[in-house]
């Protein structure tokens, strides 16, 4: 079974500057997605980045970006110049690549709380 | 289409009470999933659709639990006599294949 370790709990950053939330995974699986979701406070969950395992090259969305490591089972989300609307819950996510297309679901970490200090 | 839908988005029950909540996902999204959210963890997967069919049940799914998706457009998930272990926020999630999933707003279910 697949699981999703994210060891920090809860963090906070001025704003501005650059934070690194931890991220590691579990799995037997050689072809397989991983995301980081964004909750704000009371707000729904929103993806904010989506890596394939075969791709080598990290992915990148504006100042959002992922240092995806295969062999060592680690993907970070690096948000750079942060700001006050960057405060939420962010969850690092899973979800293995079936070729029956029969089990995608994803599966979530317990979430890093982040607070971007004014 | 403003995305995917949830109602209600707060519940109150009395526990041994039935609840159904409805999902209305993107209207050309052919998966549709259900996960629990407790406070201060990561959603649980509970079960998922691709168009009316039910592929996969967690076994968090308990027997009070069922959840339908018929002709493969809205979905329910309804629980029966209600436990005060079942009080979580609902999540709703549709998407097309692999290409992660877009949340409703969720339903806060609170069994008192």
């Known amino acids: 079974a697949q699981t999703v370790t994210q060891s920090q709990p809860e963090m906070s950053v001025q704003e501005a500057e650059t934070v690194t939330l931890s991220c590691t995974y579990d799995?037997?699986?050689?072809?397989?997605?991983l995301f980081w979701y964004k909750q704000p406070p009371s707000r729904q969950m929103i993806l904010v980045i989506r890596?394939?395992?075969?791709?080598?090259q990290n992915a990148t969305e504006n100042r959002f970006s992922v240092n995806f490591q295969k062999a060592a089972k680690s993907f970070s989300l690096k948000i750079s110049d942060s700001q006050l609307g960057d405060t939420a819950m962010y969850f690092c996510?899973?979800?293995?690549?079936?070729?029956?297309?029969?089990?995608?679901?994803?599966?979530f970490g317990k979430g890093t709380r982040l607070h971007i200090l004014p | 289409d403003t995305g995917v839908s949830q109602d209600p988005r707060h519940k109150i029950t009395k526990r041994g009470q039935n609840v159904t909540f409805r999902c209305d996902p993107i209207?050309?999204?052919?998966?549709l999933y259900w996960y629990r959210q407790t406070l201060g963890q990561g959603p649980e997967f509970l079960t998922y659709?691709?168009?009316?069919?039910?592929?996969?049940k967690s076994r968090l799914l308990s027997d009070r639990f069922s959840a339908e998706r018929p002709k493969g457009s809205f979905s329910t998930l309804e629980i029966q006599r209600t436990e005060q272990g079942d009080s979580a926020m609902y999540l709703c999630?549709?998407?097309?294949?692999?290409?992660?999933?877009?949340f409703g707003s969720g339903t806060r279910l609170t069994v008192v």
């Open positions: 999630a549709s998407s097309l294949a692999r290409q992660g999933y877009t």
């Open positions: 799995t037997s699986e050689n072809n397989y997605y």
């Open positions: 890596q394939e395992a075969y791709k080598q």
């Open positions: 996510a899973f979800m293995k690549h079936s070729f029956m297309n029969r089990d995608d679901k994803i599966i």
């Open positions: 209207s050309e999204h052919n998966r």
């Open positions: 659709f691709q168009n009316e069919a039910q592929l996969e």
